[in-house]
């Protein structure tokens, strides 16, 4: 690991706040060092008070935000001197201390400090470092990890075996301080390092030399074990995606019990080389690499050994029933372990590994199923260069309890905003990067679904995936190429659903297009092409998701967009009109079929929607030429003819969609519901 530290750091590093700010960023830079929340930083400043008397405080980074991007406001600022008397202390509950640490914050608007505060404000250095970096983690985690620690890394660390964060570990980290003084920073048994200095430069160097020196002895180590060998030629089966399409569904169903997740699927050489080998996996089974893991990952994997067999494979009830027996066993652990107060979390693995298939995450959307994804690989890093050198190790099952149903630690999740309404519910859109399409996608996502967007050319999908990804501010659209006529391109769509999100909840049947001509100009090809697409296009994307739908077993939503052509026809209009018929038809009849699996299907309606929109484009010198009117005038002359006087927009259909995808639409199925501004004649009978 290389230092980041600038070679000349700029003037603002002055100002002690953002000097610990921009180093923080630093050490958050580096994965390796910690994840998402992981790692603590601080420093001590003398400033004056509200009174211009001189006092120190300690900025300490505020429970729950990341290392990686943090800004001034997420530290907190800590009378020290106050802080400090806690070292006269012998014991201190943790409700105790997070109450008495509240009120040492001299800034109301301050975030509740770590729950490692009191382990920075001990130690009398002034700049600290706290990370769960990996290389010291895969030293640390071993049988002999403090005969490893003082063989590699020197005799200037401090060896602090095993306790949970809190009182009891600070002021043992300070006492073993306070004995050696000349030490540069501690390592703690099965959870970190810490390092400090004068200043945060020193402190930041520490951290490098001291991971670094870690990483060159694992590398050695590595070599010698030859994994980077096995990691190349980790391939998945060849049969992976046939089994998964098997298995995704049931999965999903059985982990969504309380509510719905997203299931993704990782393949990397890595996570291979991992998952083939029965020694790792053994030892995956001891537990995790840093207990902070634990809030994102659960304590333990779910392992199916046999689910890389050629023959006698896994079968999906098998699975279903592994998954039901992961729960009863953290039920009981639950129930071993548990405080008064103590209430069971999701009680299904957060982490599953299959030998030649790959690894599954869970989360309530796909930033959240990566975000485990990404500590795993770490954690996979960290177990695999500890049997590189020795037998890995991790803290046991009482002491795993005691921080993963921590309440200091569960606050880090009480954090999170709350969910809009169709948050956990995986869509996928034909059509998408029309006016329509993509009115629907956008509100779709600002409701919280996630989306797996479709149309035919890949700029525009992937483009307007980014442009959702960037409105949500979180990974939720997935843009893939996708020919409603062709049923191989609708396989693979769905295909990747089922590695990104895990499934389909409901589907938007939108793709369309439109041919202008009255019946007896009407060439065959025209005809052919509307009922291609307009009828059985959706008859191949309905069909493909109600399978799905079904095998999932969780209900679903089917939202077809017709047209008010279907009850009120317009000439010259005919190959549309009754391509639109057989898809309001064909939506009927699906409501009919599957409402004993709790999936509804209903049928919006709109008429005249022009904003955006490719379709009208083709269509519009046509269709004004058909009502006598200059093309200018067509879009006044669809708004004059309704009863509201009033355009259709995109984001009227959107609504529309939003609504009866969601639970507000519960009780409907089999439903035509018309956006139209009211039109007389279309009014559905
Ligand atoms: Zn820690």
Same mark, same amino acid.
């Given at each position: 690991?290389?230092?980041?530290? #600038?070679?000349?750091?700029?003037?603002?590093?002055?100002?002690?706040?953002?000097?610990?700010?921009?180093?923080?960023?630093?050490?958050?830079?580096?994965?390796?060092?910690?994840?998402?929340?992981? %790692?603590?930083?601080?420093?001590?400043?003398?400033?004056?008070?509200?009174?211009?008397?001189?006092?120190?405080?300690?900025?300490?980074?505020?429970?729950?935000?990341?290392?990686?991007?943090?800004?001034?406001?997420?530290?907190?600022?800590?009378?020290?001197?106050?802080?400090?008397?806690?070292? =006269?202390?012998?014991?201190?509950?943790?409700?105790?201390?997070?109450?008495?640490?509240?009120?040492?914050? *001299?800034?109301?608007?301050?975030?509740?400090?770590?729950? +490692?505060?009191?382990?920075?404000?001990?130690?009398?250095?002034?700049?600290?470092?706290?990370?769960?970096?990996? &290389?010291?983690?895969?030293?640390?985690?071993?049988? $002999?990890?403090?005969?490893?620690?003082?063989?590699?890394?020197?005799?200037?660390?401090?060896?602090?075996?095993?306790?949970?964060?809190?009182?009891?570990?600070?002021?043992?980290?300070? +006492? &073993?301080?306070?004995?050696?003084?000349?030490?540069?920073?501690?390592?703690?048994?099965?959870?970190?390092?810490?390092?400090?200095? #004068?200043?945060?430069?020193?402190?930041?160097?520490?951290?490098?030399?001291?991971?670094?020196?870690?990483?060159?002895?694992?590398?050695?180590?590595?070599?010698?074990?030859?994994?980077?060998?096995?990691?190349? !030629?980790?391939?998945?089966?060849?049969?992976?995606?046939?089994?998964?399409?098997?298995?995704?569904?049931?999965?999903?169903?059985?982990?969504?019990?309380?509510?719905?997740?997203?299931?993704?699927?990782?393949?990397?050489?890595?996570?291979?080389?991992?998952?083939?080998?029965?020694?790792?996996?053994?030892?995956?089974?001891?537990?995790?690499?840093?207990?902070?893991?634990?809030?994102?990952?659960?304590?333990?994997?779910?392992?199916?050994?046999?689910? %890389?067999?050629?023959? %006698?494979?896994?079968?999906?009830?098998?699975?279903?029933?592994?998954?039901?027996?992961?729960?009863?066993?953290?039920?009981?652990?639950?129930?071993?372990?548990?405080?008064?107060?103590?209430?069971?979390?999701?009680? /299904?693995?957060?982490?599953?590994?299959?030998?030649?298939?790959?690894?599954?995450?869970? %989360?309530?959307?796909?930033?959240?199923?990566?975000?485990?994804?990404?500590?795993?690989?770490?954690?996979?890093?960290?177990?695999?260069?500890?049997?590189?050198?020795?037998?890995?190790?991790?803290?046991?099952?009482?002491?795993?309890?005691?921080?993963?149903?921590?309440?200091?630690?569960?606050?880090?999740?009480?954090?999170?905003?709350?969910?809009?309404?169709?948050?956990?519910?995986?869509?996928?859109?034909?059509?998408?990067?029309?006016?329509? =399409?993509?009115?629907?996608?956008?509100?779709?996502?600002?409701?919280?679904?996630?989306? *797996?967007?479709?149309?035919?050319?890949?700029?525009?999908?992937?483009?307007?995936?980014?442009?959702?990804?960037?409105?949500?501010?979180?990974?939720?659209?997935?843009?893939?190429?996708?020919?409603?006529?062709?049923?191989?391109?609708?396989?693979?769509?769905?295909?990747?659903?089922?590695?990104? /999100?895990?499934?389909?909840?409901?589907?938007?049947?939108? !793709?369309?297009? &439109?041919?202008?001509?009255?019946?007896?100009?009407?060439?065959?090809?025209?005809?052919?092409?509307?009922?291609?697409?307009?009828?059985?296009?959706?008859?191949?994307?309905?069909?493909?998701?109600?399978?799905?739908?079904? !095998?999932?077993?969780?209900?679903?939503?089917?939202?077809?967009?017709?047209?008010? @052509?279907?009850?009120?026809?317009?000439?010259?209009?005919?190959?549309?009109?009754?391509?639109?018929?057989?898809?309001?038809?064909?939506?009927?009849?699906?409501?009919?079929?599957?409402?004993?699996?709790?999936?509804?299907?209903?049928?919006?309606? #709109?008429?005249?929607?022009?904003?955006?929109?490719?379709?009208?484009?083709?269509?519009?010198?046509?269709? !004004?030429?058909?009502?006598?009117?200059?093309?200018?005038?067509?879009?006044?002359?669809?708004?004059?003819? @309704?009863?509201?006087?009033? $355009?259709?927009?995109?984001?009227?259909?959107?609504?529309?969609?939003?609504?009866?995808?969601?639970?507000?639409? &519960?009780?409907?199925?089999?439903?035509?519901?018309?956006?139209?501004?009211?039109?007389?004649?279309?009014? #559905?009978?």
């Amino acid at each position: 690991m290389r230092s980041r530290w #600038p070679t000349r750091p700029p003037s603002t590093w002055q100002n002690s706040l953002d000097a610990l700010v921009a180093r923080s960023r630093l050490i958050g830079e580096e994965e390796s060092l910690g994840l998402f929340g992981g %790692g603590n930083t601080s420093t001590k400043r003398e400033v004056p008070d509200l009174l211009g008397q001189p006092q120190v405080i300690l900025w300490v980074k505020g429970s729950g935000s990341n290392l990686k991007g943090c800004e001034a406001r997420h530290f907190s600022p800590l009378r020290l001197e106050v802080v400090r008397r806690l070292t =006269g202390r012998t014991h201190m509950s943790d409700e105790e201390m997070v109450a008495f640490l509240e009120r040492c914050v *001299v800034d109301p608007k301050a975030p509740r400090p770590s729950v +490692e505060t009191l382990l920075h404000a001990f130690l009398p250095e002034r700049d600290v470092d706290h990370t769960h970096a990996d &290389a010291i983690l895969s030293l640390a985690n071993t049988d $002999r990890g403090e005969a490893l620690v003082r063989q590699v890394l020197g005799k200037h660390l401090l060896w602090i075996p095993y306790l949970q964060p809190g009182f009891a570990l600070s002021k043992r980290v300070f +006492e &073993a301080y306070r004995r050696q003084p000349s030490a540069q920073g501690a390592v703690l048994q099965k959870h970190g390092l810490i390092t400090w200095g #004068p200043d945060g430069h020193t402190s930041y160097l520490r951290t490098i030399r001291y991971v670094s020196m870690a990483e060159r002895f694992l590398a050695r180590q590595r070599r010698r074990a030859r994994w980077t060998v096995r990691a190349q !030629a980790a391939q998945p089966r060849a049969d992976a995606t046939e089994r998964l399409r098997h298995w995704v569904p049931v999965i999903r169903r059985v982990v969504s019990r309380q509510r719905k997740v997203c299931v993704t699927c990782w393949q990397t050489p890595e996570i291979l080389a991992f998952v083939n080998t029965p020694r790792l996996l053994n030892a995956a089974r001891l537990g995790p690499a840093t207990p902070d893991h634990m809030l994102r990952t659960k304590r333990l994997p779910l392992i199916i050994e046999r689910a %890389g067999r050629s023959s %006698g494979a896994v079968s999906a009830d098998a699975l279903a029933r592994a998954l039901e027996r992961y729960a009863a066993s953290h039920e009981r652990y639950f129930l071993k372990y548990r405080r008064p107060g103590d209430v069971l979390q999701d009680p /299904f693995p957060r982490v599953i590994l299959l030998p030649e298939i790959g690894m599954l995450t869970t %989360g309530h959307d796909l930033t959240q199923a990566a975000m485990v994804a990404t500590i795993y690989r770490h954690a996979m890093t960290i177990i695999r260069d500890a049997e590189s050198v020795e037998r890995y190790t991790s803290v046991s099952e009482r002491q795993a309890f005691g921080v993963e149903y921590w309440p200091l630690e569960l606050y880090k999740l009480s954090l999170a905003p709350p969910e809009a309404e169709l948050s956990r519910e995986v869509g996928l859109l034909t059509g998408a990067a029309g006016g329509i =399409g993509r009115g629907i996608a956008e509100l779709l996502i600002d409701r919280g679904a996630s989306l *797996v967007v479709t149309d035919l050319r890949r700029r525009d999908v992937e483009a307007l995936a980014e442009a959702l990804n960037r409105r949500a501010g979180r990974r939720r659209a997935l843009g893939v190429v996708m020919d409603v006529t062709d049923e191989r391109s609708i396989e693979r769509a769905c295909d990747a659903a089922l590695r990104t /999100f895990g499934g389909i909840d409901f589907l938007v049947s939108n !793709a369309g297009i &439109a041919t202008v001509a009255s019946i007896d100009r009407l060439r065959r090809i025209e005809w052919e092409r509307s009922l291609a697409v307009n009828a059985t296009g959706h008859f191949l994307v309905a069909k493909a998701v109600v399978r799905w739908l079904r !095998a999932q077993r969780l209900g679903g939503s089917l939202v077809f967009i017709s047209s008010k @052509n279907v009850t009120a026809p317009g000439k010259d209009f005919g190959a549309y009109s009754a391509a639109k018929a057989a898809e309001t038809q064909l939506a009927r009849v699906l409501a009919i079929e599957n409402g004993e699996f709790n999936i509804r299907v209903n049928i919006v309606n #709109p008429d005249g929607v022009f904003e955006g929109s490719g379709l009208w484009k083709s269509i519009a010198t046509e269709r !004004a030429r058909t009502y006598r009117l200059p093309p200018s005038e067509l879009a006044t002359f669809y708004q004059q003819r @309704n009863l509201l006087k009033t $355009r259709v927009m995109p984001s009227d259909v959107a609504e529309a969609v939003c609504f009866l995808i969601s639970r507000r639409a &519960a009780k409907t199925t089999g439903c035509l519901l018309t956006v139209d501004g009211g039109l007389r004649e279309a009014f #559905p009978r």
